[in-house]
């Protein structure tokens, strides 16, 4: 069984850069074509797709977001990261590392998550 | 401002059944598989149903998906207090390209 751990700072400063790593266990980052990616979801609020790798292929970001983030892959420590930018108090949410499956085009759905960690933007 | 409308709650007592629409466009709903979510408060989401209407292992048969169009449903029947959640849709959009989810369902049990 797949599972995934998201780990990072729970709170940044604004204007500073978000940095999340989602540790892969149960199964091999570099094996099969899946993607990997990032959700999240602020307080109150509903799921907010963020980006998906297509493993040593291609990579998409969410059009609102894609200025700011940027997403990689270790095979070699079989995790991968997120990285977003110039944070503000609207970035504060729950962040999810997500497998997911699809086409070569995009992902069609997630199937295994990330518990999720809370990140607050905040001075 | 998700492109996905979803009813922002719906509700039944126990035994009952809910359905759950998630409309969209011919960009979204209308030209990619649309996957449904469980999410309860303090977990991760659930994958419920994927590519319109099918179901994970391990996900009974109680829940449902269908698409016609430019809309999605989720079924649920026999309605149980452990479905008390928030249900979400989801699909590919082509024009945004961009994963997009709906807006949540809140299921009561009554």
């Known amino acids: 069984q797949l599972q995934l751990q998201e780990s990072g700072p729970g709170l940044v400063k604004p204007s500073e850069t978000l940095s999340l790593t989602c540790t892969v266990s149960?199964?091999?980052?570099?094996?099969?074509?899946?993607?990997w990616g990032w959700i999240r979801q602020p307080p109150g609020k509903g799921l907010e797709w963020i980006a998906s790798?297509?493993?040593?292929?291609?990579?998409y970001y969410n059009p609102s977001l894609k200025s700011r983030v940027t997403m990689s892959v270790d095979p070699s420590t079989n995790q991968f990261s997120l990285k977003l930018s110039s944070v503000t108090a609207a970035d504060t949410a729950v962040y999810s590392c997500?497998?997911?499956?699809?086409?070569?085009?995009?992902?069609?759905?997630?199937?295994?998550w990330g518990q999720g960690t809370l990140v607050t933007v905040s001075s | 401002q998700s492109v996905l409308t979803q009813p922002p709650s719906v509700s039944a007592a126990p035994g009952q059944k809910v359905t759950i629409s998630c409309s969209g466009s011919?960009?979204?709903?209308?030209?990619?598989?649309v996957s449904w979510y469980q999410h309860l408060p303090g977990t991760a989401p659930k994958l419920l149903i994927y590519?319109?209407?099918k179901r994970p292992s391990g996900i009974p048969d109680r829940f449902s998906g269908s698409k016609s169009g430019t809309s999605a449903t989720l079924g649920i029947t026999g309605l149980q207090t452990g479905d008390e959640a928030d249900y979400y849709c989801?699909?590919?959009?082509?024009?945004?390209?961009?994963?997009?989810f709906g807006t949540g369902t809140k299921v009561t049990v009554l």
């Open positions: 997500v497998h997911g499956d699809g086409s070569f085009y995009s992902p069609f759905y997630f199937d295994f």
């Open positions: 149960g199964g091999s980052i570099s094996v099969g074509s899946y993607y």
């Open positions: 790798m297509f493993y040593s292929a291609s990579t």
């Open positions: 011919s960009s979204n709903i209308g030209n990619n598989y």
């Open positions: 590519d319109n209407n």
């Open positions: 989801g699909t590919w959009d082509s024009s945004l390209s961009a994963y997009v």
